[in-house]
Structures are given as C-alpha cells and as structure tokens.
C-alpha cells in the first residue's frame, strides 16, 4: 500500500464528502494524483486528475461540476470534494500517482495505488 485514503462513509443523496489520499513515503510534488473508483460489479475508472503543476483533469462526464481535486503541498496530501452526491456516486474510491503530468485513466498508467475507501449514497 502507497497512499492511505479517508473520508469515505455513508451519506444520503445530495449529500457531501471530502476524500483525503496521504502518500507513505514520497513526496508528490513532482507526481500527478488522480481518483479512480469501482463500483460493484464494474471496473476501475477514472475520475479525476491533478498535476504536478496543479492542472485539473476531469476524466469523467459525471465528475463535472460536482467533483473537486486539491493538492495541499505542505501536508503532502490530495483531496477529493464531492458534492451533490448520487446513488450511482456509490464505489470504492482510489487515489492513485503518475509521475509528471496526468496520463489518460489506464490504470497502467499509475505507480502507486491506495486500498481504497468505501462511498455509500442511500437514503
């Protein structure tokens, strides 16, 4: 394991979440970090992306508007905002790190992985 992820959980639809991906043992100055998730029964996709130089990527048509990525330098750490949360919103989400830029959503494409965190919207 190469990131550690919190903040997921369980929240009503329409609700909010901030999801935070800690590396252990680099720095990610010079890494792009992107979110993926998977969702039951589905495979790995990619969400959103930051880079190095803080350029945003968005890979996914669902993550318009509603999803925020930051990058808090001196915590070394990368955030996920999720707002207006849907029952399709519901997955296990990853962090996962690219050197240099974002590279298009192929998880080959990504060095480090977390284990994920779960996020559950039901009412």
């Known amino acids: 394991v190469q990131f550690v992820e919190s903040g997921g959980g369980l929240v009503q639809p329409g609700g909010s979440l901030r999801l935070s991906c800690a590396p252990s043992?680099?720095?990610?100055?010079?890494?792009?970090v992107a979110w993926f998730r998977q969702a039951p029964g589905r495979g790995r996709e990619g969400v959103i992306c930051i880079s190095s130089g803080n350029v945003v990527t968005e890979f996914a048509d669902s993550a318009k508007g509603r999803f925020t990525i930051s990058r808090d330098s001196a915590k070394n750490t990368v955030s996920l905002q999720i707002n207006g949360l849907r029952p399709e919103d519901t997955a296990v989400y990853y962090c996962?790190?690219?050197?240099?830029?974002?590279?298009?959503?192929?998880?080959?494409?990504?060095?480090?992985w977390g284990q994920g965190t779960q996020v559950t919207v039901s009412s």
């Open positions: 996962a790190a690219s050197y240099g830029d974002c590279p298009p959503p192929a998880l080959y494409e990504y060095e480090h």
């Open positions: 043992g680099f720095g990610l100055d010079h890494y792009s």
